[in-house]
């Protein structure tokens, strides 16, 4: 089935530093993309929906200039948690639709990301 | 504002009995429905999904849809230890946005 690749797995980072995560479609083309945060014993919350070639689109509440969204090609989505503060530690996952992006179509989740900002 | 509930739990069952989860969702114009599992510190890996009214059966897993009542639930049978986990319920509109409920967490005691 299709796979979708975070990296890093887990990242330690002091609080003031920017820190990037990628997400990839391993053997598919994903023309968008979704990035969820998720805090402890809480649900995934979306963040943004990213798009190949385009400008992100983001939740309410979600501060585009904190978290910078790039959807450079049809494999890979990149994350950027910029002026990293503790409270944005939290567990971030991507996902890709698998097909056209239909209600129907199977949603691919990587395997997460945990940001640790000290 | 879209919702998706579920009870938090902790759920507890004995190994072997039917685990039973519930989740309701505040969008009408909602037309997929999931089920995923979610071990700790692991992204979610889904269980079910489910389109229209009625049951879905997979293995141990029944998912039933209830559109006039915005119900969908989870049905588990012959639960193991090996399923004790937060189960997450999704509900998806007309496009591929997901709006996750906040999970309940399984408990199968050995």
């Known amino acids: 089935g299709a796979v979708v690749s975070q990296h890093p797995s887990r990242v330690i980072c002091k609080s003031g530093t920017s820190v990037k995560i990628e997400c990839r479609s391993l053997?598919?083309?994903?023309?968008?993309m979704f990035w969820y945060r998720q805090f402890p014993k809480q649900s995934l919350m979306l963040m943004a929906t990213?798009?190949?070639?385009?400008?992100?689109?983001?939740e309410q509440g979600v501060e585009k200039d904190k978290f910078l969204i790039n959807h450079a090609s049809l494999t890979l989505s990149t994350l950027t948690v910029t002026s990293a503060h503790p409270e944005d530690s939290s567990f971030y996952i991507c996902?890709?639709?698998?097909?056209?992006?239909?209600?129907?179509?199977?949603?691919?989740f990587g395997p997460g990301t945990r940001l640790t900002v000290l | 504002q879209k919702e998706v509930e579920q009870n938090s739990g902790p759920l507890s069952v004995p190994e072997g009995a039917i685990a039973s989860l519930n989740c309701t969702y505040s969008?009408?114009?909602?037309?997929?429905f999931f089920w995923y599992r979610q071990y700790s510190g692991k992204s979610p890996e889904l269980i079910m999904s489910?389109?229209?009214?009625g049951d879905k059966e997979d293995g141990r897993f029944t998912a039933q849809l209830n559109k006039a009542s915005q119900y969908v639930s989870l049905l588990i049978r012959d639960s193991q230890p090996s399923d004790s986990a937060t189960y997450l319920c999704?509900?998806?509109?007309?496009?591929?946005?997901?709006?996750f409920g906040a999970g309940t967490r399984l408990f199968v005691k050995a």
């Open positions: 996902s890709a639709p698998g097909l056209a992006g239909g209600p129907t179509d199977t949603q691919y």
């Open positions: 053997d598919f083309q994903a023309t968008t």
């Open positions: 990213s798009n190949e070639g385009s400008k992100a689109t983001y």
């Open positions: 969008d009408r114009g909602s037309q997929s």
């Open positions: 489910i389109y229209s009214n």
């Open positions: 999704a509900v998806r509109g007309g496009g591929f946005k997901t709006i």
